[in-house]
Structure formats: structure tokens, C-alpha cells
């Protein structure tokens, strides 16, 4: 048995005081939207207890698919780090970065620069995709942030590592597969949030298969499929991990995703935030 947590788009806060000159283009209507009200959406509290939760079941291996940040400011990346190191080592956490990490081009060398622990495969390297094997289990983790113009928080994943993914799914044929990235691959919601090559990926998965594709961006627990080679491949997407509000829908929740690989054999479970503060499993 080999046990998979996932969770998405932490969104760690509050924001650290910016300087004027980090508040130029994009970032400014960012810091505009998180003190006009973003940041009630997002409790730290709530995130603490999910981590608490999480400790408690004993996963064998932590996967996070993005948007640990808000804004890409140099110093939430410090905070993230530090965040990241309440949940496990980095051989134990794999990150799949998302488009409030890779807010604007200048937030990137700060995400390499603080984040490459958990985003580095097991051959030392630093680039997407990356690969780690873990007991039966390979973890094949994609960068879908892309720096995008205001309003707009699209994805990509561009023809390099959609190559590269490729030769790395038929590499691991011999071990249950999963793919990670920020941005859901089937339904985006709307042209603005889409993975703007989603077919691309559809395209190379039908041909060289996985077994899982985990996902977060949309903030709500979607359970979906793409065709695989040998019938539908599960895309599960998850809701932000420090999200409150009364849409159970919405609210801070990861999965708990055991793999049986000599029945191979894939059994998730959801657990979520309650109105009482506590989490608890809920159905299917």
C-alpha cells in the first residue's frame, strides 16, 4: 500500500508589507483585490488544522498542485518555504507550481530561488517536468504558471514539457502514474483560467497512459476522466486549502489517496472542513 495526500492552492497569507516598487503592473490590482476582501477568503487557521489532519493519516508522500503564493512577492516565497517544511522534507513533497507563483517574470528566480526543494526530481535537476519514484509509485510533477497580463490567470504547459512528459510516462510503464499540475486539464472554467494547451495533454496522455491526474486552480472538488489507452484515466481536482465560506463545495479539503499495487487498486478519500472547525470524511 502506498498512501498519496493532496492538497491545492494554499494561498499563505497575510501578504508581507510590499515595497512601492514591487507593486508595478499585474501585482497592483493583486494587492488591491487581496486587501479588499481575497484575503477573508483565506484562513490560516483552517490551513493549519487541514496540515494538522494530514500528519495525523500518515501519508507516504505529499503532492501540492500550486498557488502556495498570492502575489509572487519575494518574500511569500520565504513563507511558503517555511510552510512547506511544516508538512514534510522535500523528498517527502512534491510541488507542482501555479500561476500565483509565477505571478510575473521577476517572481521566478525567488520560486527557484526558495520552492526548488519540492520541485526537483529525484535526479537533482532543477526543470519541469520532474520525476520521483517513490515505493511502486512514479510522481510526475508539471509547471502550468505562466506570468500572465492583469485579470487573466490562464496556464500552459508548452511543447517541451509535453515532450518530455511523454518519454517519461513510457519510462515508468512498470509503476502506478501520477501527473500533477496546477490547472485542470478538462474543463477550466472559462477561456481566462483554462490550460490554454489542454488538448496537447489529452493528446499524450490517450497515447502513453497514467493512472491519476491530480489538479487545483478552480477551488472546488472535481472528479473527472480523460481517455487512456487502457479506458479513463481519473482527473481529481481539489478545493484551496485555507478556504472558508459556507459552499461546502469550496471549503479547505484534500484527498487521501491510497494506491493498492498488487490489486492495482486506487481508493480516494475526501476529507473537509466542517462548520465546526474540525475535518471529517465525506462521501464520494
Known sequence: MFRLAHLSDAHIGPLPNPRWRELLGKRATGYINWR?????AHDMEALGALVA?????????????????????????????QWLHTIGAPADVSLAPGNHDAYLRSSLPYMTRDLSPWMRGDDGANGFPFLRRRDGVA?????SGVPTLPFVASGKLGRAQLTRLAELLRETRDVARVVLLHH???????????????????????REGADLVLHGHSHMISRKSLPGPDGPIPVLG??????????????SAYFLIDFDLEKQRIAVTTRQLDAAGQFHSIPA
Do not use: K, M, W
Open 139 to 143: 510522481i510526475i510533477g508539471l509547471c
Open 53 to 81: 489532519d494530514l500528519r495525523a493519516h500518515r501519508p507516504d508522500h505529499v503532492a501540492i498542485t500550486g498557488d502556495v503564493c498570492n502575489i509572487g512577492l519575494p518574500a511569500e516565497f520565504q513563507l511558503a518555504a
Open 238 to 251: 481539489i478545493c484551496s486549502a485555507s478556504s472558508i465560506g459556507r459552499n461546502p463545495r469550496r471549503r
Open 36 to 40: 479588499r476582501g481575497r484575503y477573508r
Open 184 to 206: 485542470p486539464p478538462v474543463d477550466g472554467g472559462g477561456r481566462i483560467r483554462n490550460l490554454a494547451d489542454h488538448r496537447a495533454l489529452a493528446e499524450v496522455l490517450a
